[in-house]
């Protein structure tokens, strides 16, 4: 059953295996002694095909191991051998039937015969009653009891013992051995064991010294023994998406955590945006209210030519709209049968105006001073809104009042297109005294300025009120953005540390399922479908999160753009994916021999 010959094997410069030769009996108990870094686990792990790097001959059932390749040793596994371990590595959340059948349906796909077989294995082993029980509800003998039908389930030639009665007391040692016996009949079972009475359960008795093999009883039966299969090996195929969807189910609370530490990392970023979004919400509706800021007077000075500025202006991407100015005559303005004379003047620049209620004046609208409101109306609030007639030479329009700027005279400002027509109407031949011009946007005040001063003019703007807004617009954004990221760091740092215990935790599943003939690939497949499970949840949550803030937004500052929550939907399928293929990466490199011995 069992032949090795001249079997060599070094870690560096140690020889732990020094042409090693024996050949195991065909059934039977074979107990494997030797002290602590003997090589006993190294030879398990050459014979279940773990480690390939050696020299010399390990034949199993006709099958020369160095011979196959990766997905052969994992058919070897599947059809061969039995595992039965110290710690037992039954998966947690999950039944002692269902432990039992990841096995079976390796090796069948007759799903009522395997769980037909699984139960009478149960039934032998005295633990049918435990069938829906989660394992992690049993005791220690009946945890490996589950463990050897595990083993048995599949039908394999030949079982592997890593001290399968180490954690166990002697009263239920040698009732694990009695088992084994029985088993023992049927095929060869080889035990790692440092306790020498389970020794007296032995057909044969072996161990390593020196790298070599020193046999202490030899084995009596050495014949042929046939034992019945439970059903013919079918390479069946396991649905791994369904196994997938099992353990995602079995592991929901663990993967709801990982994904709501996705939805926080996400949801901060929103709030990050939802504060952008209001900071430039309010930049937007000051500029709406406060039209002054983006408008800015050249004053034409002597050796100055309207000409030049005018030029330059038009040069610039950053103005909207220019044009000369020039000394205003005489005008009336009536208000409800009252008319005030406004004497000559000429426009200074808006900007440079301060509002008392209202605001300067658009399309169609006028502005006037305190002193000039009130011989029109005791309360001048109620003057915003109303309709006056302005009336300079033959020009005349009705306009309505949009503010009241502190002013100390009688005085006005009309907006710029009223102001324009009133040009072209007098028929202005005086030189312009000045030249108004309006930027695009309030972030644009500043940088047209500085354009103008580089050309040696002296521009009348609101730069101080400008940059002092600018400034405290940009530690706003600057503190919402440490804010947010702080949330997103602290989230995000939660999520990975999720995912670091989960990887942990599930090393030895990983490691399991090697052990039992699952491929890496089949692995690969189980853990993308899950990770593909657990990016439809996170962004679930991230979408019930989202609404839930929608609706808060009623009551608290709060807007998000539907683009936004888009790219939160992205953003959250594309940090679940990559978090957990860093997790499957170091899942998928498990050493089966290393995880299962801890």
Not at 403 to 429: C, H, K, M, V
Not at 463 to 490: K, R, W
Request: with cysteine; charged share 20%.
């Amino acid at each position: 059953m069992i032949t090795i010959r001249n079997l060599s094997k070094k870690y560096g410069e140690q020889v732990v295996l020094d042409e090693f030769s024996h050949e195991f009996g065909s059934c039977g108990i074979t107990c494997l002694l030797g002290a602590s870094g003997s090589g006993k686990s190294t030879l398990l792990n050459l014979l279940a095909g773990f480690d390939r790097e050696y020299s010399g001959d390990i034949i199993v059932a006709g099958q020369k191991l160095s011979a196959l390749s990766a997905e052969a040793l994992a058919d070897y596994r599947k059809h061969t051998i039995g595992f039965i371990f110290q710690e037992y590595h039954l998966l947690t959340g999950y039944t002692v039937l269902e432990n039992i059948l990841l096995a079976a349906d390796l090796a069948c796909s007759e799903k009522e015969k395997n769980k037909e077989w699984a139960l009478t294995l149960l039934r032998r082993l005295g633990i049918e009653d435990k069938a829906n029980e989660k394992t992690e509800n049993l005791s220690g003998g009946q945890k490996q009891r589950v463990a050897i039908a595990r083993a048995l389930v599949g039908d394999p030639k030949l079982i592997l013992a890593d001290e399968p009665t180490g954690a166990l007391d002697r009263k239920t040692a040698n009732e694990i051995m009695l088992i084994l016996s029985e088993i023992a009949k049927e095929r060869p079972v080889v035990i790692i064991t440092h306790d020498h009475k389970i020794c007296d359960y032995a057909d044969e008795i072996i161990s390593i010294e020196d790298g070599k093999c020193k046999i202490w009883k030899a084995s009596e039966n050495n014949s042929d023994a046939a034992h019945i299969q439970k059903c013919s090996p079918d390479n069946a195929l396991v649905s791994m998406p369904k196994r997938a969807w099992h353990n995602f189910r079995v592991h929901f609370k663990r993967f709801l955590g990982i994904s709501l530490a996705v939805t926080i990392a996400v949801c901060a970023v929103l709030m990050s945006f939802s504060s952008q979004n209001i900071i430039e919400e309010k930049i937007s509706s000051f500029e709406e209210k406060n039209t002054a800021f983006a408008w800015g007077q050249v004053p034409l000075e002597e050796g100055t030519s309207s000409e030049d500025v005018l030029s330059l202006l038009a040069r610039s991407e950053q103005v909207q709209q220019y044009y000369s100015q020039y000394q205003v005559p005489e005008c009336d303005i009536t208000f409800e049968q009252q008319t005030v004379s406004i004497p000559t003047k000429q426009f200074g620049s808006i900007a440079a105006e301060s509002m008392n209620i209202g605001t300067m004046p658009q399309e169609g609208e006028i502005a006037i001073t305190p002193s000039l409101a009130k011989q029109f109306a005791t309360d001048i609030r109620t003057l915003i809104g109303k309709e006056v007639t302005f009336i300079c030479g033959p020009f005349s329009k009705n306009l309505r009042i949009s503010g009241i700027y502190n002013g100390s005279f009688d005085d006005y400002y009309l907006d710029a297109e009223t102001e324009q027509l009133l040009y072209r109407t007098l028929q202005n031949e005086e030189s312009p005294i000045s030249v108004a011009y309006q930027v695009i946007g309030f972030h644009e005040v500043l940088e047209v300025e500085t354009q103008l001063k580089e050309q040696g003019l002296t521009p009348v703007t609101a730069s101080e009120q400008v940059a002092s807004l600018e400034e405290t617009f940009t530690q706003l954004q600057t503190l919402f953005m440490i804010v947010s990221g702080f949330i997103v760091v602290i989230a995000l740092s939660i999520c990975v540390m999720l995912l670091l215990k989960t990887t942990r935790m599930r090393a030895a599943e990983m490691g399991l399922l090697m052990a039992l003939g699952y491929q890496r690939g089949q692995i690969q497949q189980m853990l993308l479908c899950e990770s593909l499970f657990l990016s439809a949840l996170s962004a679930m949550t991230t979408v019930l999160v989202s609404l839930l803030l929608t609706a808060l937004s009623e009551i608290l500052p709060i807007h998000i753009a539907p683009i936004q929550f888009v790219l939160s939907m992205c953003g959250t399928v594309l940090l679940v994916w990559i978090t957990t293929a860093v997790s499957n990466v170091k899942l998928l490199k498990t050493d089966p021999a290393k995880v299962l011995r801890q």
